[in-house]
């Protein structure tokens, strides 16, 4: 049985009613990390994995929450919400919920029944699945009226008011506007977007997942994002014009940063190429040259292990071994960092030989098997049913 009918029927059985299914996607990002709420550019897409929320109304003034994974229901009263350390997967519902109180809906008693297939705690975004399926499906059943980029800020908001990270914008942007085979190209500042086709014939998205679950990197994620605003303002205090790293150059890094604080320099230093390296990269797809594009999420990886320190020793082994195959043309860690998955562009036809490859040695390092999955671009929210 596929997810919708199963959530469908979970939801029937428990509530007796008809839901409305909202699908949300995870995401990869291509390239563009720690970029997004440096005001930069970012390379994400919406993948075949997703949450699925069944929702529907009710008249108790209560959120009658049910989860697949967690084999477990919750009832909150929408007059009280606050986020919860006994049941952390609800702070992601009820998070989005406060965010709609917060501008002034009314948020009404609602049932909800929550499944999916994007891996937990993978560097998929999973939680922003979770709060952009929430977001549209309480906006069509309570008709709010908001834009789709509306309900990304609302979940992007809702994720550092209840999950306690101060992400960027990227995931839960990625998950609402995830089209079919193509890449989201989103300037983080403007928020202005393109699609860029992504041709892959010949070639597959494979991630290896490290199974290092990176649900504690919060803080470290956070400081990171405090190490650039300091860097910001040392540049700024020579340059007041420069309004975020996007605006820097690295002359001006090495000028202004270098002497005073060497951690906040690495870390600025490849946010600045970072941003850069994602021009170059949309240059290469755009002329088919896919494997200057490989070339670049090399790069990338470098930089996220030595600059700004946020891969491990998992990540960066399975890097290094795809490195012994001409058939991976290219290969990062993907996404806050700290654990999760690597992606990795690989020959179709070698896919199979550099998989048995890798979980043998990765088994043999580190006494657990990576989980790999092959994912395609996919589109972004929506109500099924
Ligand atoms: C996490 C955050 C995103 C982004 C990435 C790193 O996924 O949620 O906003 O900062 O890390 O690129």
Redesign the pocket.
Known sequence: MDLTQHIRNTFIHRFGAEPIIVRSPGRI?LIG?????NDGL?LPAAIDKAVYVAVKENPHNVMRLVSDEYKDVVEVPVANLAPSSAKPWTNYIVGVADQFQKRGFKVGGFDLVIAGDVPLGA?L?SS?AVECATAYALNEIFAYGLERLELVKLAQLAEHEFAG?K?????QFASVFGKNDHLIKLDCRSLEYTYIPIDLTGYKLILFDSCVKHSLASSA?NTRREECESGLRMIQYYYPEVKSLRDATLEQVVECIKPVDQTVYKRCVYVVMEINRVELACEDLLRHDLASFGQRMFQTHAGLSCEYEVSCAELDFLVDQVKHFPSVIGARMM??GFGGCTINLIAEDSVNQVTEAVTQSYQQKFAVAPRVYEVAPSAGTAVLV
């Open positions: 990002n990390e720690h970029t997004d709420y970012v560097g975004s922003a990270v992400c960027g914008i990227m995931d994620y996404g806050g």
